[in-house]
């Protein structure tokens, strides 16, 4: 009679992202993996706290160009101040349908979730974009005949180099014009000096179901070809607007993002900007103590302030 050691159980991506941020669901293997990467990288939660940041950044950004859908794809548990908290606070009837490949997530999202009826979580792998973006629940709340912002957090570095290309112009090539991508992306280049450190972050990573990739700019940037980016382009995390966020926090240089703007593969020409950013985040640090009722009037004020602020151009293909 034969028996079979059982395979011992995979940490959750999710879950370690969710813990990174002070959340509460993980389980012992999820713990360990975490407290493996703090130990090769004891700044791994300020950079998460960076990278919350700046999704609520964009998410503002892209309501003050009129966008009110969003599908965020790798999404991890919808907690800690996530997508559909920003976005309906700005814009009370913002619709938003978070994705991501844990099964797990998609039962405890659900359940988290059930009182809001504008926002939806679904289980799929953003690695086959394809299917992703057919999928009949998301389809029944996102209208694809309006702007849609996509949001990828520190999802790209989870996808190899022969994926990005594809994954990226499927995104893309179904969104209609004026619509929106955001991302985000673990770097080395911020780091030079801790090569060590890099190694040892993969090598946890590398016993999740999917590994991750730390890359340079030029790699990076991969990920918004054919987009004209919203300026200042693709810089780090600290450099973009961080006067659209009352909590802000300090820069950790280990990730880059971009916003950029699909218009459907027409070439537009550079332009500079024209608007007072500052302004636009003063408007924001308003609203956050005004009843959520008056909040859309703010939101009003914030898409006209931004109504003049483009893009700086588009990024070619490499």
């Not at 844990?102 to 809001?116: H, I, M, P």
Request: glycine share 8%.
């Amino acid at each position: 009679m034969s028996s079979t050691t059982p395979t011992p159980p995979q940490p959750s991506v999710a879950r370690m992202y969710d813990l990174y941020l002070g959340g509460d669901f993980a389980t012992p293997t999820d713990r360990a993996a975490v407290e493996a990467v703090a130990k090769a990288m004891p700044d791994c939660f300020a950079l998460c706290r960076e990278n919350r940041s700046f999704l609520r950044r964009a998410v503002r950004y892209m309501i003050s160009q009129g966008v009110t859908q969003f599908i965020d794809l790798g999404s991890g548990l919808p907690t800690q101040n996530n997508t559909h908290e920003v976005a309906q606070a700005a814009y009370p009837g913002a619709k938003v349908v978070y994705v991501d490949m844990d099964e797990a997530v998609r039962d405890l999202g659900t359940k988290l979730l059930a009182a809001d009826g504008s926002t939806r979580i679904i289980c799929a792998d953003v690695r086959d974009p394809a299917a992703v973006l057919a999928n009949p629940e998301l389809r029944g709340l996102i209208d694809f005949r309006k702007p849609v912002g996509v949001l990828l957090m520190c999802v790209a570095c989870f996808f190899t180099d022969a994926e990005i290309g594809s994954i990226m112009g499927t995104i893309r090539n179904a969104l209609p014009a004026g619509s929106f991508i955001a991302a985000t992306h673990d770097t080395f280049d911020g780091k030079r000096d801790e090569v060590e450190t890099v190694r040892r972050v993969e090598e946890v990573y590398s016993q999740t179901p999917i590994p991750i990739y730390f890359r340079g700019k030029d790699s990076v940037a991969r990920i918004f070809e054919e987009l004209q980016l919203v300026e200042p382009g693709l810089v780090m995390l600290h450099e973009w607007h961080v006067e659209l966020d009352d909590n802000a926090p300090e820069a950790s240089n280990w990730l880059y993002g971009a916003v950029g703007r699909w218009d459907g593969g027409k070439a537009a020409p550079k332009r500079a900007r024209s608007a007072s950013v500052s302004s636009v985040g003063r408007v924001w640090k308003l609203a956050s103590g005004l009843p959520r009722t008056l909040v859309s009037i703010a939101g009003y004020y914030v898409r006209s302030a931004y109504a003049h602020l483009k893009p700086v151009g588009n990024m070619k293909r490499f």
